[in-house]
């Protein structure tokens, strides 16, 4: 029924509606002097939910990507130019507003026909954890604090990212796989659910100015891509890979040949080069470690 209604009719609306969150973030910020890091997780919870109904309202990827684009440009300017406080007024450098509409067309292009269900669950998995990891982390009086790379975290806010990522990850591929099929069982979306999960809360731990925006969905895309399209043997390589190589990457930080931020951008990097490639790609990222 909806994919009878014109693609660049449903652009516009889709247009219209994410200026609307835009608009209502800086409403809420000048006159009721919402906390910009409110506003912010809204319009973020916001968007994230409306364009995970995309592959229902359009029949075609290209209004959807275009719609992206547009907004990397819009949000890239109001960074430039001071604008859009609502969702760009914060107390530290962040680009995150301009990653995020970036990941979901790199997604659009990657899995719209490939594999929707991907797309969407990646999608939400950063639409939720990052706010409600954000706000687990500030709400606690005394939090475990900690510094991977540049950016402050909290362990609150990390347990709180991937208890998020977790469930997103386990309830939306089971959902989104029988409505887009094939249907999966529960214990294997637990199980790929963990191990997305895991990527997902470490990405947020090392992320720099927003960089999280990108990591975060693209890393776990790729997870879940290669655990449900990859063979029974495939998968049980990655996720091996996944248990081991941390064991090396704390192993190589405990003997500090590695820094903290070193030997986490290193599993996190080995992950996805191995989810993308498998082993074979692997060989020359480890003789340039080695």
């Not at 977790?166 to 099929?181: D, E, I, K, N, S």
């Not at 637990?190 to 927003?210: K, N, Q």
């Not at 931020?261 to 340039?288: C, D, H, K, N, R």
Request: charged letters at 10%; proline letters at 4%; aromatic letters at 16%.
């Amino acid at each position: 029924m909806f994919q009878n209604v014109s693609s660049w009719l449903m652009f516009g609306l889709f247009f219209l509606i994410i200026t609307l969150f835009l608009g209502l973030a800086d409403f809420l910020l000048r006159l009721f002097r919402v906390h910009p890091h409110t506003t912010r997780r809204i319009v973020h919870i916001l968007v994230g939910i409306l364009v995970c109904f995309s592959p229902i309202f359009f029949q075609h990827s290209l209004p959807v990507a275009t719609l992206a684009g547009v907004f990397i440009l819009v949000n890239s300017f109001g960074i430039r130019y001071g604008l859009l406080k609502g969702i760009h007024e914060t107390d530290r450098v962040s680009y995150g507003t301009v990653y995020f509409p970036i990941s979901f067309l790199i997604l659009v292009l990657w899995f719209w026909d490939k594999d929707p269900a991907i797309l969407l669950t990646a999608m939400l998995i950063m639409t939720f954890g990052d706010p409600v990891a954000s706000w687990v982390g500030e709400s606690r009086k005394h939090p475990v604090s900690f510094k991977i790379w540049s950016d402050k975290k909290s362990l609150q806010g990390s347990m709180a990212m991937f208890v998020t990522s977790f469930l997103v990850a386990v309830t939306g591929m089971y959902f989104f796989r029988r409505f887009f099929g094939p249907e999966i069982p529960w214990n294997t979306a637990v199980l790929f659910g963990f191990f997305t999960a895991v990527y997902a809360a470490a990405s947020e731990t090392i992320s720099h100015e927003g960089t999280d925006n990108l990591m975060v969905p693209l890393g776990s895309a790729v997870i879940l891509d290669f655990l449900y399209t990859g063979s029974p043997a495939m998968q049980h390589q990655l996720m091996l890979w996944m248990i081991l190589t941390a064991g090396i990457a704390w192993l190589a930080w405990k003997a500090k040949t590695l820094s903290l931020s070193g030997a986490v951008g290193a599993w996190l990097l080995g992950t996805v080069v191995f989810g993308i490639g498998g082993l074979e790609w692997m060989f020359p990222m480890i003789f340039f470690f080695v």
